[in-house]
């Protein structure tokens, strides 16, 4: 029996997290040195609508109907058999492995369910076009985080940079060079649930503060457009320098993203942000190619428990 594989990149928000739930843009690029991989395989023999599925990291090795109701899991298969319209499904096993960090905002939600829509759709012999599986996997990001914007799912799924506004068409960026990252991680995980619920209430208590604080995000997030398409990272750091300025207003950074962030300006990166959801996580530096193993040293030093170095090409 052929096994069913698919898999999904991680990703990375370079400009305009949080705002972009309130409508205003931003950019956000595939990581694929990190990666969800779904393999799905027909269990011969076996009654239909018996499904085993293990995820190891998370501790999974279950029948499908014993996971607890509201499982992003048995909810990723069963928004996929709707939207295929298809009842059960026949006896299969389902393993999902990651090499995604959880809760450090790389997107480790939206890379299993897209991984898992694929593979799953493959099994049943009706793949879904990249449109579809991002819309059920939006379903399922509503699950993680109550009301995401949908970058995560969207940067995923089409693996390619994206200029996001939610609600409206896919726009992908042109990028005329490569640039290069360091992502590192400050090891505190930080369910981006709770970090954009935190926001909201702070923004219903408030919104003549904070509306202009998304607005001023969003505008970062345009001007960075600009910079990236006309190939300046001298500018585009300095952006990156002021949206964590905003990020520190909007109350998402910590002293352990603050002190990374600092870190990685001393040795030499042009900019620096956190990224995501905040309050932990990750955090990124643009670097020139030649300074990114100095970057990654000194962010090691100052307390990151990994770095990932990559490079965004068009
Ligand atoms: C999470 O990767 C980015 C946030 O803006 C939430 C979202 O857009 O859904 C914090």
Partial sequence: MPAFTATAPGKIILFGEHAVVYGQPAIAVPVRQVQARAVVQALPGEKAGRVHIQAPAIQ????LEDLPPGHPLPATVSETLKELQIERLPACSIRITS???VAAGLGSGAAVSVALIRALSAFL???LPDERVSAVAYEIEKLHHGTPSGIDNTVITYARPVYFVRQQTLQTLALPAPFTLVIADTGVPSPTSLAVGDVRRLWQAQRGYYDPLFEAIGGLARAARHALESGQPELLGRLMDAN???LQQLTVSSPELDRLVSAARKAGA???KLSGGGRGGNMI???GADRAPA???ALLDAGAVRTIITQVAP
């Fill in 295 to 297: 970057v990654s040293a």
């Fill in 125 to 127: 012999g009706c793949p």
């Fill in 99 to 101: 090499t995604i960090p």
């Fill in 270 to 272: 042009s900019g620096a």
């Fill in 285 to 287: 530096a643009l670097v």
């Fill in 60 to 63: 999974v090795d279950a029948r």
């Fill in 244 to 246: 964590h300025t905003l």
